[in-house]
């Protein structure tokens, strides 16, 4: 047990074996993080084999990234791709710094020093995390919407231009309309399943008849002298390709998303949900490290390897981060 | 360990700004998208997207050898920490996929109509 003990009189660095044999020549505790680390990459690289797999499987339909992550604070209908998810990637990056500043002042014992570069790498994984949730909100809300067809197929609107519009530009309000039925207004075991789009198939249908410079832009993707785009069909054919519609697609949820794909969406909530979530925690083990720093725990310790220990994690979830944004939005 | 009380602060602004300026790189090319880089392909994959992945792997070694500080550990804990990772996740994205693959064009050829 004399291993796992972690005491102030700085045994930290021995094992069982003795205290000038280390095979590995970390401590315990720093050994079980990087095995820890270890593990975690495989549990990562598996969602993001799946995601490849997911996305060979459907090479010719998925969703381009730089269509789907447009928007950037205060920049309303300007089509951004890649800014903010770019903002997002050096706000991590920074924040790995200030982590390898404090864990390097933990090597020179200066207490100060490490609360403070402890405090700023808290502050940068919070304004990740709030961006991330902002990213998110933006992809469940959506911004042109979609229908669905029979086959599952998702049929999105452009105009003469190849320019995408949105529903509300040219979908009518028919008369009928089925209230979506709630606990309170029904009999209590009848409620529906989903929220109803702002739109019945049928509106979307009567409004597209109404617009004749409306296409219909299918999930293809067609390539041209090297430039990725969306197959768009003749008026003609996107008429007979919308009278079979099914359901109206707006924004994003783990059933279906306006963007394409259906696993697109859930491979984007699974993966980033999952960073985020090893980020949020990674925010509560620095603030708890940080708080430890602040009493002096390591101080008394003279050793400030716990700091490096959570550097470890927070510098894993910097790296994790790094693959996501290239296999997301880059690729 | 004598690594552990001299001061890296130089190395880790250096790192730093290697960092932010391979990240810049990406993002510029992922606005332009070039299209001789997208056009021409090799082993199956389109030039940008090797230049991607490449700048990836090397942002991650970066990461972890300086930040994580990998290249002041013993190269037993070195290795038994990067080679099982490299190794199975090579295994598992080979395997992966190429029945990804397989399944598009099991899909793509089958007189079953499934994209309507």
């Not at chain 1, 008369?175 to 009848?190: G, N, V």
């Not at chain 1, 725990?297 to 910097?318: A, C, I, Q």
């Amino acid at each position: 047990m004399e291993a796992t003990v972690t005491t102030a009189n700085n045994n930290e660095k021995t094992w069982g074996g003795g205290d000038d044999i280390q095979p590995l020549g970390a401590s315990y505790g720093k050994m079980m993080m990087w095995f820890f680390i270890v593990s975690d990459a495989l549990t990562f690289s598996g969602f993001l084999a799946a995601y490849g797999f997911s996305r060979f499987k459907f090479i010719e339909t998925w969703p381009l990234a730089d269509e789907v992550f447009t928007h950037f604070p205060f920049l309303h209908g300007v089509s951004a791709p890649m800014y903010y998810v770019a903002l997002m990637t050096f706000i991590l990056i920074f924040s790995s710094v200030t982590m390898v500043l404090a864990v390097d002042a933990g090597h020179q014992l200066k207490k100060t020093k490490v609360a403070i570069y402890m405090f700023l790498t808290i502050i940068g994984g919070l304004i990740f995390v709030g961006s991330q949730a902002w990213e998110w909100k933006n992809f469940i809300k959506g911004e042109y919407g979609a229908v669905e067809t029979a086959g599952g197929s998702l049929l999105q609107f452009v105009d003469a231009k190849g320019e995408r519009v949105a529903l509300e530009k040219f979908a009518v309000k028919l008369p009928e309309q089925r209230e979506a039925l709630t606990r309170s207004h029904s009999t209590w075991f009848m409620e529906d399943a989903e929220t109803q789009a702002s739109y019945t198939v049928a509106e979307v249908q009567a409004g597209f008849k109404a617009h004749p410079e409306l296409l219909i832009r299918t999930e293809q993707i067609l390539i041209e002298n090297g430039k990725k785009s969306k197959k768009v069909l003749t008026r003609a054919e996107s008429e007979t390709r919308l009278a079979t519609a099914k359901y109206v697609v707006e924004g994003a949820n783990l059933t279906r998303n306006e963007y394409g794909s259906k696993l697109f969406a859930d491979f984007f909530f699974f993966i980033t949900g999952f960073h985020g979530f090893h980020v949020f925690s990674g925010v509560i083990i620095n603030i708890i490290i940080f708080f430890n720093v602040l009493l002096g725990t390591y101080e008394k310790r003279r050793s400030y390897e716990m700091v490096e220990k959570v550097g470890l994690y927070w510098h894993f979830v910097d790296l994790v981060w790094v693959f996501v944004f290239t296999v997301f939005y880059l690729v | 360990m004598s690594h552990e009380h001299v001061s890296n602060t130089k190395r880790i602004w250096f790192v730093f700004a290697l960092l932010s300026a391979v990240t810049t790189v990406e993002v510029i090319l992922g606005i332009y998208k070039p299209a001789v880089l997208e056009g021409n392909h090799f082993v199956g994959l389109n030039l940008l997207n090797w230049i991607f992945y490449i700048l990836t792997l090397y942002k991650a070694y970066y990461i972890v050898w300086a930040f994580m500080h990998m290249e002041g550990e013993k190269s037993s804990l070195r290795w038994s920490v990067v080679s099982p990772v490299i190794f199975l996740v090579l295994y598992l994205l080979f395997i992966l996929l190429t029945e990804g693959h397989y399944i598009y064009g099991v899909f793509k050829d089958s007189t079953i109509k499934w994209n309507f």
